[in-house]
């Protein structure tokens, strides 16, 4: 069994051995070396043995196992020395991500209202299994929301134009290609548009409990006390079922490229292919839902808040996908070339100065938003100048799971999670009882240690720390 060797107190190498084309790395403190399960080592060796890969493969703080690749991976391929796209990469719920809303609300002033505004969120935004969103498409709607993403939910009345430059990719996906998304997932998609979806999504209204940096956090527009409001959702059924349809063509594909999968889950295909082309294409279109998702949910949300708090504005600070594969240049380990850079589970981290910054982040580095559970801190951190020699400009997404769901529900019964979550000053409102355990604060692992290693490599600097005050949940 491959064994992590220690460089430093946050870097452990697993060398290059066996079909693994690189090395990979994992970065994390001695504790989360020494509890990373060897899935996902075996599986960090898979990943490191694709096609055109280019070292290292990276496993961040929060890693766990995933389908195929590790959920907190980055792994980037070069097209030119036959780099593969896969989408196991990108994993199922293509472009989940977390958006947060800034209020002009202090924390005392909302901590007696905590219960109302759940309720009212709860009763606004749809959530749960299969449960329908807040509107229905028609098929021209369906491809321009896919081509377009925030800005087409933007152009339908939902939020502002300048929520968009507060958003990765201006709120835009290019190249997306509504023709690769499959008819089965248009229709589940049709009328799931502006719902939170179940298990780990959340709606969150959080406060500012300590600020640490000054300069990114007065960028940021964020301040001591204030409340603000976290969506974490992601393209629902379509880009599930983009990922099932894709996935399936790789496979079949894979011989006829001379690919030999170590793990039938890590399909892929070389960039160039058709197959490749067909699943770029696909998978920007559900960004684009996911994009467009969080947006309408941005105006359900701006609209509790207006009722409740009459003349109440929620700017968006800034909407992050975890699961993605762009083209970047990136000149670690080389000449500097464009990459397809996978995040899985992990959040893009640009530093200062990078030019595809938006003018009010760009001198500070890009927000990188990050949830802990329901009953722990979440942090927004501001990507550090190391990112882009480490990790090809990434950071950690969360905590990361500890335990599978079953193994959670099992330890953690519901009716003492939702006891805990209200003697900590936690609105939980939840569609699903059972969902309760899976996600107790006690299934994940430690947000505060993934934080601060992600600082002290410098991947990111730490901006901010949040609290939870009301949480929904599917
Ligand atoms: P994922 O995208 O992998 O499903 O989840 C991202 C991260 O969100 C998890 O690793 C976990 O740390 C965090 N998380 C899960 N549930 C909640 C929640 O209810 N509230 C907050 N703030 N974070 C959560
Ligand atoms: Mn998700
Ligand atoms: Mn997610």
């Known amino acids: 069994m491959a064994r992590l060797i220690p460089k430093d ?39 490191a043995s694709l096609p055109g890969v280019v070292g290292p493969v990276v496993a961040l703080p929060d890693a766990h196992p ?21 989408a196991g990469g990108v994993g199922f719920d293509i472009a989940c991500g977390v958006r947060t809303l800034l209020t002009d609300l202090s924390v005392e002033d909302i901590a007696p209202a905590r219960d109302r505004i759940a309720d009212a969120l709860f009763a606004r935004v749809p959530c749960g299994v299969g449960q329908g969103g807040a509107l229905r498409l028609s098929d021209k709607d369906m491809d321009r929301m896919l081509r377009h993403g925030a800005a087409w939910a933007v152009g339908q009345g939902y939020g502002e134009a300048a929520d968009l430059a507060h958003c990765e990719e201006g709120g835009t996906m290019a190249g997306a290609d509504p023709g690769q998304v499959s ?13 939170l979806g179940s298990g780990n999504h959340y709606l969150e209204v959080q406060w500012v409990e300590d600020i640490l940096d000054r300069a990114s956090a007065d960028a940021y527009g964020l301040r001591p006390g204030q409340v603000v409001v976290s969506i974490h959702c992601g393209s629902r059924g379509l880009g599930h079922q983009v990922a ?3 996935m399936a063509a790789m496979r079949r594909a894979a011989p006829g490229h001379d690919i030999v999968l170590p793990d039938p889950d890590l399909a892929c295909a070389p960039v160039a292919s058709a197959e490749g082309q067909a699943y770029l294409g696909a998978m920007r279109a559900a960004v684009n839902c996911a994009l467009a998702g969080r947006q309408v949910i941005t105006h359900l949300v701006r609209e509790v808040f207006a009722g409740l708090f009459p003349g109440c504005r929620l700017p968006l600070l800034f909407d992050v996908s975890h699961n993605t ?12 070339r464009t990459l397809y850079v996978h995040r899985k589970g992990a959040t893009r981290a640009y530093g200062t100065g ?21 009953g722990t801190a979440s942090y927004v951190l501001a990507g550090g100048t190391e990112a882009a020699a480490l990790s090809f400009a990434s950071a950690c997404h969360g905590a990361g799971r500890a335990m599978g769901r079953k193994q959670a529900a099992k330890s953690f019964p519901s009716r003492e999670v939702l006891a805990e979550l209200d003697h900590i000053g936690v609105a ?36 901010a720390r949040l609290r939870p005050l009301a949480c929904i949940k599917g």
């Open 9 to 47: 107190a946050f870097t452990w190498e697993l060398p290059q051995t066996g079909t693994m084309r690189v090395p990979a790395v994992f970065y994390g403190d001695k504790a989360a070396a020494k509890a990373l399960e060897a899935d996902v080592l075996r599986q960090l060796a898979n990943v």
């Open 66 to 86: 995933g389908f195929g690749f590790p959920i907190g991976c980055v792994a980037a391929f070069d097209p030119e020395a036959g780099g593969v796209i896969s």
């Open 183 to 195: 008819a089965t997932a248009k229709e589940r998609q049709r009328d799931e548009l502006g719902s």
């Open 244 to 246: 099932t349809d894709h």
């Open 325 to 336: 594969c762009k083209a970047e240049r990136h000149g670690a380990g080389g000449r500097p």
């Open 354 to 374: 990078h030019p595809d910054l938006p003018d009010f982040c760009r001198d500070v580095g890009q927000p990188v938003i990050i949830g802990g559970s329901m």
């Open 428 to 463: 939980l409102r939840a569609k699903s009882l059972r969902g309760v355990g899976e996600e107790a604060p006690g299934a994940y692992k430690d947000i505060d240690s993934a934080a601060a290693a992600a600082q002290a490599l410098g991947l990111a600097v730490i901006t």
